[in-house]
């Protein structure tokens, strides 16, 4: 391939030279639980031989029960920061911490989303905001545990607060639907729930993440999760299907047809040992995907792409897989299919919003616009992102958000509080 072909591909995917930068399109991150940020690096001790995903969801539990509203803000607007900083302009946020710990309404029902909504707001970050309805522990239809008891609603309930929420959307701000998983919501409450909602609205929901639930799934409701939502719900690009790690031949050909957005989460995926999307078979069918941090053991859109390439790479034993025919940067390939997902996967349109990659770090010296993506993403850890753009406003300037002190003095005083707790 041509230096030419390369530099048209760069050049579709918005990659253009500014003074003394490389302009492109802001990442959207496409999954967020916002309150993990505050627990990155504290499960990573065995409680368990055969630890995994459901003794890691224990330890998330018991330090999701530490949260409050002032708590919420100001971990959320730390890692907003953190997320302008590394190039996200856009951040979906799967919300369900509702109540208070104990299960009992806030007095003000919508105080836990309201302090999603000012740190994002404050951060200048655009927010999709996705209130999660949580119902069953599993997919035999079993009562929310105690420390699940925060995050459930009934039908009505979870309507009510969809509606509160939805009237406050505004330029910077989206409100979708997430249902959290087939296991935690029963047939006839998703179908009651996806036809009450306004048919622009964007839903996400988990699935197939773990083989665990896969199994249960074939055992109760006689398919495999993707298999049974898309012959069960109108799946369409409205829609993204977060992890959906464990897929057969049919499932992978089905979603790319709906039009729907996969959200892979890599270093989420690789910290829970949850195992590797099947990323070329899917490029092949035509899927559109996205990326997100998830659990937020790291917040940087480069180690997400990086990894999502590498993680097959050492399934494969073959470089270069993320590449299309008109496209043979895996950079490139990378950033056109994180930029072509946005729209369907957040609500937002074109919105113009933008980062500049400092042309004159020593990790792009001599960059091209053929290469350029290649060597940010491929070629070190050090940020090379200098300015921020959102929503007409500079939120970060010289690789530094406005906010940035201010914000992290009073996380700090978060977390003393939520680590004393």
């Given at each position: 391939?041509?230096?030419?072909?390369?530099?048209?591909?760069?050049?579709?995917?918005?990659?253009?030279?500014?003074?003394?930068?490389?302009?492109?399109?802001?990442?959207?991150?496409?999954?967020?639980?916002?309150?993990?940020?505050?627990?990155?690096?504290?499960?990573?001790?065995?409680?368990?031989?055969?630890?995994?995903?459901?003794?890691?969801?224990?330890?998330?539990?018991?330090?999701?029960?530490?949260?409050?509203?002032?708590?919420?803000?100001?971990?959320?607007?730390?890692?907003?920061?953190?997320?302008?900083?590394?190039?996200?302009?856009?951040?979906?946020e799967f919300h369900y911490l509702h109540h208070a710990p104990d299960g009992g309404?806030?007095?003000?029902?919508?105080?836990?989303?309201?302090?999603?909504?000012?740190?994002?707001?404050?951060?200048?970050?655009?927010?999709?905001?996705?209130?999660?309805?949580?119902?069953?522990?599993?997919?035999?239809?079993?009562?929310?545990?105690?420390?699940?008891?925060?995050?459930?609603?009934?039908?009505?309930?979870?309507?009510?607060?969809?509606?509160?929420?939805?009237?406050?959307?505004?330029?910077?701000?989206?409100?979708?639907?997430?249902?959290?998983?087939?296991?935690?919501?029963?047939?006839?409450?998703?179908?009651?729930?996806?036809?009450?909602?306004?048919?622009?609205?964007?839903?996400?929901?988990?699935?197939?993440?773990?083989?665990?639930?896969?199994?249960?799934?074939?055992?109760?409701?006689?398919?495999?999760?993707?298999?049974?939502?898309?012959?069960?719900?109108?799946?369409?690009?409205?829609?993204?299907?977060?992890?959906?790690?464990?897929?057969?031949?049919?499932?992978?050909?089905?979603?790319?047809?709906?039009?729907?957005?996969?959200?892979?989460?890599?270093?989420?995926?690789?910290?829970?040992?949850?195992?590797?999307?099947?990323?070329?078979?899917?490029?092949?069918?035509?899927?559109?995907?996205?990326?997100?941090?998830?659990?937020?053991?790291?917040?940087?859109?480069?180690?997400?792409?990086?990894?999502?390439?590498?993680?097959?790479?050492?399934?494969?034993?073959?470089?270069?897989?993320?590449?299309?025919?008109?496209?043979?940067?895996?950079?490139?390939?990378?950033?056109?299919?994180?930029?072509?997902?946005?729209?369907?996967?957040?609500?937002?349109?074109?919105?113009?919003?933008?980062?500049?990659?400092?042309?004159?770090?020593?990790?792009?010296?001599?960059?091209?616009?053929?290469?350029?993506?290649?060597?940010?993403?491929?070629?070190?850890?050090?940020?090379?992102?200098?300015?921020?753009?959102?929503?007409?406003?500079?939120?970060?300037?010289?690789?530094?958000?406005?906010?940035?002190?201010?914000?992290?003095?009073?996380?700090?005083?978060?977390?003393?509080?939520?680590?004393?707790?």
């Amino acid at each position: 391939m041509s230096e030419h072909t390369n530099a048209d591909a760069a050049n579709k995917a918005g990659i253009t030279r500014v003074a003394d930068g490389w302009r492109t399109p802001g990442v959207a991150n496409l999954h967020s639980h916002a309150f993990q940020r505050a627990m990155a690096g504290l499960a990573e001790r065995q409680t368990h031989p055969e630890d995994s995903f459901w003794t890691w969801r224990e330890t998330m539990y018991r330090f999701a029960a530490r949260f409050d509203p002032d708590t919420l803000h100001a971990v959320a607007a730390q890692l907003y920061v953190e997320m302008l900083e590394a190039g996200y302009t856009t951040v979906c946020e799967f919300h369900y911490l509702h109540h208070a710990p104990d299960g009992g309404p806030y007095a003000v029902p919508t105080a836990m989303s309201d302090a999603l909504i000012a740190a994002a707001r404050e951060s200048g970050i655009r927010l999709t905001l996705l209130p999660v309805l949580y119902m069953s522990g599993g997919f035999d239809g079993r009562a929310l545990s105690d420390r699940q008891q925060r995050f459930g609603h009934n039908v009505e309930g979870y309507l009510r607060l969809f509606e509160t929420l939805h009237a406050h959307q505004d330029a910077t701000l989206r409100v979708g639907c997430a249902l959290h998983s087939l296991r935690a919501v029963p047939r006839a409450a998703m179908q009651a729930v996806l036809e009450a909602l306004p048919r622009d609205c964007r839903i996400h929901i988990h699935i197939a993440e773990q083989v665990g639930e896969v199994q249960d799934c074939i055992a109760i409701r006689n398919a495999r999760p993707v298999e049974w939502l898309l012959a069960n719900a109108q799946v369409d690009p409205r829609w993204t299907l977060v992890h959906a790690t464990h897929l057969d031949a049919a499932e992978i050909a089905g979603i790319a047809s709906s039009g729907a957005t996969v959200a892979i989460c890599p270093t989420t995926e690789a910290n829970l040992g949850d195992g590797l999307f099947p990323l070329r078979a899917f490029l092949d069918a035509g899927g559109a995907w996205g990326i997100g941090s998830d659990s937020h053991i790291s917040v940087s859109p480069v180690e997400e792409l990086r990894w999502l390439e590498y993680g097959q790479r050492l399934a494969t034993r073959h470089r270069n897989v993320a590449v299309a025919a008109d496209s043979p940067s895996v950079g490139v390939t990378l950033l056109s299919g994180v930029a072509g997902s946005s729209a369907n996967a957040t609500g937002f349109g074109d919105t113009g919003d933008h980062i500049v990659l400092d042309a004159t770090a020593p990790l792009l010296a001599g960059a091209a616009q053929a290469d350029v993506a290649d060597r940010w993403i491929f070629s070190g850890n050090r940020s090379v992102v200098r300015e921020v753009s959102v929503a007409g406003q500079t939120v970060v300037s010289a690789g530094r958000h406005r906010d940035h002190e201010r914000i992290a003095e009073r996380y700090r005083s978060a977390m003393s509080k939520l680590l004393s707790a």
